[in-house]
Every structure is written in structure tokens, then in C-alpha cells.
């Protein structure tokens, strides 16, 4: 999206023009959250996305290891998740889980959440209110024309929201525009039924007015949709409008391609089938082509999300990482610690690189039951990334990428770097040795630098074409250490 002088978004494409918040941009870290009565039977297969597409694509919509998609998934005899429903639920159906869910909720303290969060050191926390099981976490007044009441009578998203905002941070609302599986209940097995799943006439009005509901009952400070919209351009901007009235410095995601005739042309089942046949070929030569895919165009959108990904070079769009800790959204009771991200080997690897090219991280929990317990290995993360960012979070908070993102040690470690208004800021990814660090064909500003971690004065010397560190103390043993080097 192209801005105006002053930040202002060009209202191209008919995108409302308004200043551009800068909060997002400086927020870096969020928490998402997929919670719902999925949370309660909390099964997929164990494994990666991207193996599944490659390997079973006819049915990787029903075997992949996304536990959110647990409804689809049972619908399929032939599923792991159909044999587990059948060993330890028999026939009960998908709604019977809304009693234990519900039942659950009595021992449900979103207190507790919004502080880990917080301790964690999240500026925003997005929560899934309505996935594609249609299911709705707040009292909706709009009624479901093919399931009544489904929806739960305790208000979680708001209850949430007055939580995490109680503890300073912004609110987010996700919400699943694309599919909903009480107006579109055929099962998904292929890419295609996913993308391109046909659905009511009735759907469109229902998912407007459901936004708009939470719009104007939780003002939420980022309105994140899934998968497309189900209008057309001039409502999917009335709304954006409306929203941004209610919510001035608000953002949207990108995620809200519209019904276009592209759209309608696929969902006639040979087209489908067509494009199919296309990724099914193309997904076996680059498993991870989605997660590298370059977005769709949009008529508005405040930031780019992409999931798992990671970019060779610094974007000149606000965009935000977003991805499970462990390789499922939802609760996945089978899950161990094995499948879990290292906070040392991958997230905060991650994390840094995201930052440094001009992007945030949403990193989701996914929560068991009604009554919402994180698992331990998650909250261990979690921790991990509130003791770093408690120490060194001035190199992280409020940046701005730097001229260059990326370098390394003459060790080998990864360096990435961020600034602001005063310093550049250095982040050796891993574990220096010494008291003096090497960064191999870098040149930065400045003669004299801070350690973050004690605020010890670091002095920065030029050795060719490389910048040398030198502190007053010894780095072994300290992780992904950041240093301010003065600007000036």
C-alpha cells in the first residue's frame, strides 16, 4: 500500500485514508490465542503442515496437525482424528462438546492469562472469537440461521479484553471470515475445498453483522480475519470505515480477499479440482510454497501477515510473523516437549530476524478445555521471551530496521539489528565467548556503545572493513546479548 507525506495510507483502491497508527509497528510481540471447543478433545496427528500437503494432499485438510480443525477432520472415517473421536468419545457429536466446554469455564481466570502475557512481555494479545467451527465466544446477538445458540452465554471475549487491557496491553479480535462450517458443512480434504469452499447466500449479512458486533462491543485494536471475506469491495470498505470511526487508530490485516469472480469461478467443483491437480504438483516440488507465497491483493489493509515465514531482506510493509510454538494452533493433548520450538534454537532466532526487517510476532498459545490451561511446555517459552525482553527489550520495542538487517560474527553467530532515534542496536544471536565480539563486514556509527543486560559501557572500534566490540566483561554463558552503539 502506497503512503501519503506524514503516513498518511493513499487511498488507493478506495482504502480509507487516515494517519497511520504507529503502535502496531512498535509493539514487535503478540500473543495469540486459539482457544474454543476444539480446546476440548484437543487432538490432531503429530507432524508438520507443509509434510502433510506434500505427502497425503488429497486429504490434508482432514490429516493435517491443526487441532483447531478438529470438526472437519472427524468427518473423515478415515482420519486419525475420526479413530480417535471413535476411542474415546463413540458417536457423540461435535456439539456435545459445548457442555464441556461450557463447564469447563468455571475454572477459567483470564486474569491469570492476561498476566502471563503481560510477564511474557506481549504489547497486544489477539483472541479467536469465532473459528471455522462458527462457533462464537461471546453472547452474539446476530442468530445463526442454521444453529441456534451456538455461542456461549459467558462473555470470554470481553472478559479477555478488559484483561489485557488492564494490564496495558491492546486487544485484537481474529475471527474466521472465510469458512464457517455451520453454513458450509461439506468436509474439506483438499487445498482447494479449503481455499475456495463454497457457502450460503445467507452467510455474507451474517458475517458482517457479526464484525461489526464485535466492533462496537469490544473496540478492538486489530481486526484479524482468516482465509478471505464473504462481501464485495464496497461493503468490505463501509466496514473498514465504520471501524475506523469507532476505533481511530485501529488496523486490519491483509487476509480480507473478497468475493470476486475469481472466487466464484472456484467454487465449481472441475475449477477446483483443476487448481488442485496445480498445487498438488507444485507442493511436492516446494513444500513450503504457501508459507513463501506472496500475498493477495486486498482493497485495505494496515500490515501483511504471513505464517512460519521468514524474509531474505527488510520489508518496506509492516508485517507480522505469526506461528504456534508447537506445529498446532489449537491444543494438541499428543504434542510433547519434542514438538515444541526451542526458545534458543528457533523462536527467538526467529524473532530477531522478524524485527530486524520490519516485522512483529504473533506467537499463538493454544489452551486446553474449557477451563484454559496453557500447557507447561508453552509457558515455559513464554517465559523465556518475558526474561530476555525484561533485560534487553530497548533493542526490541519501538525500532526501527537499520540500514543493513543481518550480519554474523567472525564466530559464526547470527547478528541482527535494529534502531532508534539514539543507537543502532546489535543482537548476537547465541552465545559469545570473551569480552570482545567481531561483526565481519559491518561498519556502524558511533565509538561507544551499552550493554543491555548491565548497562556496562562497550567500546566500538574499526578493524577494515569490520566493527569490533570490546566489553568490560565477560559474555560467556549470556544469551543473545544487545548493545546500544551511540548514533552520535
Known sequence: MKQLAGGVNEPSLGSPARPKPTWFGEAKFGIFVHWGLFSVPGFAPRGRYTDVL???YRHAMTRNPYAEQYLNAMKDPGSPTAAFHRRHFGDLPYDGFKTMFEQGLEDWRPDAWAETFQQAGARYVVMVTKHHDGFALWPTGVRNPHKAGWCTERDLVGELADAVRGRG??????????????????????????????????????????MRELVTRYRPDILWN??????????????????????PDG?????????????????WKPAR??????????????????????PQAVPHADFTTREYTRFDTIQSVEWEATRGIGNSF??????????????EDDLFPAFADTVAKNGNLLLDVGPSGGAGVIPAAQLDRLAAFGDWLRVNGSAIYGTSPWNEAAGETAEGLPVRLTCDSTAVHVLVVGYPKGREV???????????GTLAADGSSVTVRRRGSDTVLEFTRDLTGMYSPAVAISRS
Do not use: C
Open 54 to 56: 506434500r505427502d497425503d
Open 330 to 343: 489449537g491444543f494438541n493433548r499428543d504434542e510433547t516437549d519434542a514438538d515444541y520450538a526451542s526458545f
Open 273 to 294: 479440482a483443476g487448481f488442485d491437480l496445480l498445487m498438488k504438483q507444485l507442493l511436492t516440488a516446494r513444500p513450503d510454497l504457501l508459507h513463501n507465497a506472496a
Open 438 to 448: 567481531t561483526l565481519k563486514a559491518l561498519s556502524l556509527p558511533g565509538s561507544t
Open 226 to 247: 482468516d482465509i478471505s471475506w464473504p462481501t464485495g469491495r464496497e461493503q468490505l470498505l463501509s466496514l473498514f470505515a465504520d471501524y475506523y470511526d469507532v476505533v
Open 169 to 210: 496491553m491492546r486487544f485484537g479480535v481474529y475471527y474466521s471470515g472465510g469458512i464457517d462450517w455451520t453454513f458450509q458443512p461439506k468436509t474439506m480434504k483438499t487445498l482447494g475445498d479449503y481455499i475456495y469452499s463454497p457457502h450460503g447466500r445467507d452467510y455474507p449479512a451474517y458475517a458482517d453483522a457479526q
Open 251 to 267: 488496523v486490519v490485516n491483509d487476509r480480507w480477499q473478497i468475493d470476486s469472480w475469481v472466487r466464484k469461478v472456484m467454487r
